[in-house]
């Protein structure tokens, strides 16, 4: 049971699940706020009964259809899972005919692809006057909900629970490096969207190679939300070592791939280096989980103006424009990426420990709202343009 857990009042009249995916098919960093989550909401309820799947896209199996039988007054379902499919939801829930359903959905970063599958999904719930509350990790993505939805009641913002890094475990390379040079580190999935180029671009540039060194903490992965295999990342793979060989020798002693770290490294990775560099413009970037852990570390940060980070860091001068084209498609403005990072100096920042309580407090605030999601107005899939604009800071 979490630390602080809420105590509810028992309504008997209602009859709850939760729907969650695999623990061994989330992706891992996530694995401690689900459970925490699916911890904290079993302690409070009397829940019936937590399902557990290799992924939620069918619900033909024999234990849904005793839900339906089930004949249900009251029926509360609690959606965890980033992996939701929202269409083979909506086509279950449309066979309840007498039960008045409630529907709690934790989004995460893929709803830019299901947009249009959970727009049906409300628009069911508007048809049968069931309640419908929609929980995001942060203002941002709180804001683009509200954007698409053209609704403000019944959206809820509430933190990523974060899992505590371990105690510290050297890594030779961070120990061994002068301790005069000014480190930046990077910590998390080599992808495209992640822009790592962007960063080992700035090192052709001798002002830059002499007075950082790079330290890369992550490999090369599949897709958080789509799955793709990792040989499909073999192309970046090749730009990668593309510019990495087209840096001088000096630069290249400059730059040090460390590989997966653990939580105890990663710990020390942390406090070792002078700064931590964020530089995505993953459309599923709602919360930045390796900016939360630097910042906890005392760490500070330079990430790009997107998503989850522009409520992350604080620090506005420590934040860089993503050019955005015609088409949507998004880039690291590298001369403002080159500008903060000379005007970076050398220090600690205070420790953002993040509180759990409140995010407890919260979910409980959320689950004894009387709100839900209702549009007066027509409901809006945004483009990759629009949703960029809006991840962004701008205006649409």
């Given at each position: 049971m979490l630390t602080g857990s809420i105590k509810l009042k028992a309504d008997k009249k209602i009859v709850n699940y939760i729907l969650c995916i695999n623990q061994q098919q989330l992706w891992q960093s996530c694995n401690y706020h689900h459970k925490k989550l699916i911890d904290l909401y079993n302690s409070s309820l009397s829940i019936e009964k937590i399902i557990s799947c290799q992924a939620i896209d069918k619900f033909d199996s024999p234990f849904f259809t005793k839900i339906l039988q089930a004949n249900y007054d009251r029926c509360r379902f609690i959606i965890t899972s980033p992996q939701i499919n929202f269409l083979s939801l909506s086509r279950f829930l449309q066979k309840f005919k007498n039960t008045h359903v409630e529907i709690n959905i934790h989004l995460y970063g893929n709803l830019f692809r299901e947009?249009?599958?959970?727009i049906a999904l409300l628009k069911l719930a508007e048809s049968r006057n069931w309640k419908v509350k929609l929980i995001s990790p942060t203002e941002t993505f709180s804001i683009t909900i509200k954007k698409i939805l053209n609704a403000n009641k019944g959206i809820f913002t509430i933190p990523l629970f974060k899992q505590p890094l371990s105690s510290e475990k050297k890594i030779t390379l961070l120990e061994d490096t002068n301790s005069d040079q000014f480190k930046i580190g990077y910590a998390g999935r080599i992808t495209e969207d992640k822009n790592l180029h962007s960063l080992l671009l700035l090192f052709k540039d001798k002002l830059i190679y002499e007075k950082y060194t790079l330290f890369v903490a992550g490999s090369f992965d599949s897709h958080i939300y789509t799955k793709r295999t990792k040989n499909l990342q073999t192309p970046y793979l090749f730009l990668i070592a593309e510019i990495y060989r087209s840096l001088s020798d000096e630069a290249k002693g400059r730059i040090h791939f460390l590989g997966d770290l653990d939580?105890?490294?990663l710990a020390y990775f942390y406090k070792k280096i002078n700064l931590c560099i964020n530089l995505s413009t993953f459309y599923g970037e709602v919360f930045g989980l390796s900016t939360a852990e630097a910042?906890?570390?005392?760490?500070q940060v330079l990430t790009t103006k997107w998503g989850g980070l522009n409520d992350l860091n604080t620090d506005k001068h420590n934040l860089v424009n993503v050019k955005i084209s015609s088409m949507g498609r998004t880039s690291v403005d590298l001369e403002d990426l080159t500008k903060k990072l000379l005007m970076i100096k050398n220090k600690r920042v205070k420790k953002v420990i993040k509180n759990d309580a409140r995010?407890?407090?919260?979910?409980?605030?959320?689950l004894m709202s009387s709100e839900s999601v209702a549009s007066?107005?027509?409901?809006?899939i945004l483009n990759r343009k629009q949703w960029s604009l809006v991840f962004s800071k701008a205006t649409i």
């Open positions: 947009q249009n599958h959970l939580r105890g490294q910042l906890s570390s005392g760490c995010s407890t407090q919260l979910i409980a605030d959320t007066k107005k027509k409901y809006k």
